[in-house]
């Protein structure tokens, strides 16, 4: 099935150097585009389904669900987590109370704390420790020696159970109980 399309063509232009005797013709244009029917566009986007998929399961990616809505709490914990030679812990938790509700401002990093409720995500806070980062070669090396503490803020709700330390890059986790308690 095609759809037509018709307009009128004007040669203004033509007609204003007057070399049609001032006459501007106006013709029908009729512009023919091939529908896609029902079966060519589940056929196509199927095929473009399963490449996707293949594409992804033949390099053995997993698929990372995006970060959830932040989560708009009263509270904060505060999460003093600590990297040694690779091994990440939590050392201390503060408890902070806010003027009022507001949710942790979003960031990009290596390392992220997830909060779960049952097997969902339900809060995904991101942040890096500092001489380590997604690109940068040079924090392989630096990993092998540091050892450094910094403070990540997360909501206090009464949704999450389950608490993890996720390291994207290795796909290392560290799972804590939620409400976190220091150690």
């Known amino acids: 099935?095609?759809?037509?399309?018709?307009?009128?063509?004007?040669?203004?232009?033509?007609?204003?150097?007057?070399?049609?005797?001032?006459?501007?013709?106006?013709?029908?244009?009729?512009?023919?585009?091939?529908?896609?029917?029902?079966?060519?566009?589940?056929?196509?986007?199927?095929?473009?389904?399963?490449?996707?998929?293949?594409?992804?399961?033949?390099?053995?990616?997993?698929?990372?669900?995006?970060?959830?809505?932040?989560?708009?709490?009263?509270?904060?914990?505060?999460?003093?987590i600590r990297f040694d030679k690779g091994k990440v812990s939590i050392t201390k938790v503060a408890r902070e109370k806010l003027a009022k509700k507001a949710a942790v401002p979003r960031k990009l990093g290596r390392f992220a704390v997830e909060l779960y409720s049952g097997p969902t995500v339900v809060e995904r806070v991101r942040f890096d420790f500092p001489l380590i980062h997604d690109d940068d070669v040079a924090g392989e090396a630096y990993a092998k020696g540091l050892d450094v503490t910094i403070d990540v803020r997360i909501p206090d709700s009464d949704r999450p159970n389950k608490l993890e330390i996720w390291d994207r890059a290795t796909d290392k986790r560290w799972k804590y109980a939620y409400p976190p308690k220091a150690p």
């Open 1 to 80: 099935m095609r759809t037509l399309i018709t307009a009128p063509l004007v040669v203004a232009g033509v007609a204003a150097l007057g070399l049609l005797g001032g006459l501007a013709p106006a013709a029908p244009v009729v512009l023919a585009a091939p529908k896609p029917s029902a079966s060519t566009s589940a056929s196509t986007s199927g095929s473009t389904k399963a490449s996707t998929s293949a594409s992804s399961s033949a390099t053995g990616e997993k698929s990372i669900q995006p970060d959830p809505t932040p989560l708009v709490a009263d509270a904060l914990f505060v999460l003093s």
